[in-house]
């Protein structure tokens, strides 16, 4: 079984909008202007001075004592668990979380710990629900270590967590002595669209990440922030993976001009988002749901399309749209416009009334 991802066909028309991720943002030419001129040393040795720079400002932002840099999101939460837990333990996740469906099950193969599914609408559960998941603590039971939220919830539809909500469970969590984790790939997103600061917002959060290749439109990295003592334990298992780098300032250079330049912007991916949002509410057998940030997730099933022809239909129009678990969902972001969002919708309806 190959599992490399496909690579287009030759032949296939350039993507002329693409909703398919935020992931998918690709540098702008200011940004290459400043990796250009980035300052670098060892990043493995401890000698690089950007990345250095991109880590204080981060534990800063997060109100956190210490913060590491990493190749990627999935990396965070993979060191993340291996730091605060042991194999066998348990962490507390909802059902629908990243680290349970799109880490390779990677807790299975290296972390070892299990993961109890919490269940909630939007991504999201309650304090109740955590202390209905309590373990009593006996030899018999998986002992359980760490709660794990997304800010915002992907699969939820990019739901912000009220920060009431967030502050409780995590209480919960710290009453049974358990570490709490924020993957907080879109985190900015939360923040801006909350108004609420990334240190209030995360306060009640013993490690939180955040990933600079998603909105914020950097090629590569995300940064974990804790405490000083679990951020020293990291860096072994950052060693350990394969995650020290070398000149890395380059990247880190991309992500400190991203929290420069595209944190207030994410404003106008989430306008961009509702104005999706509407559009696509009028189109005949398009149920949507209202957008908390940058994605969109609607049902086309009413419509008789398949999610596939769906989206080979407008890709053949230059759009390239994402389809998750029977759901379609469109993402704004920095190489989204409103011009953009206006011809996405039209062409919408045009694929939905020619079916
Ligand atoms: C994208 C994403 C990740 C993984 O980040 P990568 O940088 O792609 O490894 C983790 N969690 C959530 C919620 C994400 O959306």
């Known amino acids: 079984m190959v599992h490399a991802p496909n690579r287009p066909p030759a032949d296939a028309p350039p993507v002329r909008i693409n909703l398919y991720s935020d992931t998918q943002t690709r540098p702008t030419p200011a940004m290459k202007d ?74 299975a193969a290296l972390t070892g710990v299990q993961i109890m599914p919490l269940k909630g609408p939007r991504g999201m559960f309650t304090a109740d629900d955590v202390r209905a998941g309590i373990r009593p ?45 924020m993957d907080g790939a879109r985190l900015m997103n939360a923040c801006v669209a909350a108004g609420i600061a990334p240190a209030e917002m995360v306060a009640g959060f013993d490690s939180v990440w955040l990933d600079f290749t998603k909105g914020l439109g950097a090629p590569l990295g995300a940064v974990l922030c804790g405490s000083a003592e679990f951020i020293g334990d990291a860096w072994r298992w950052k060693q350990r993976l394969g995650g020290s780098m070398r000149q890395a300032g380059i990247c880190a250079a991309a992500c400190l001009y991203s929290l ?78 409103a011009p953009m969002i206006e011809e996405a919708v039209a062409t919408i309806r045009e694929v939905v009334a020619a079916a």
């Open 137 to 181: 603590k006996t030899r018999y039971a998986p002992p359980q270590r760490m709660l794990e939220v997304e800010q915002t919830a992907n699969i939820g539809g990019g739901a912000v967590w009220p920060l009431e909500q967030l502050n409780a469970v995590a209480a919960v969590a710290h009453e049974q002595g358990w570490a709490t984790h």
């Open 260 to 337: 420069d330049h595209h944190v207030e912007r994410l404003a106008e991916d989430h306008a961009n988002a509702k104005a999706l949002a509407r559009g696509l509410a009028q189109i005949p057998g398009i149920t949507v749901e209202t957008p908390d940030t940058n994605l969109v997730f609607f049902d086309i099933r009413e419509t008789g399309i398949g999610l596939d022809d769906f989206q080979n239909r407008l890709r053949s129009r230059g759009i390239m749209i994402s389809g998750l678990g029977g759901r379609v969902r469109a993402c704004t972001h920095l190489d989204v416009s």
């Open 34 to 107: 400043a990796m250009m001129v980035a300052e670098m040393g060892d990043e493995q040795h401890g000698d690089d001075p950007t990345v250095h720079a991109l880590c204080d400002r981060m534990a800063a932002l997060m109100g956190k004592e210490a913060a590491v840099f990493l190749p990627s999101g999935t990396m965070c939460n993979v060191i993340a668990i291996l730091t605060h837990c042991r194999k066998g333990d348990e962490v507390l996740a909802h059902e629908t979380s990243h680290i349970l469906h799109s880490e390779g099950g990677t807790h």
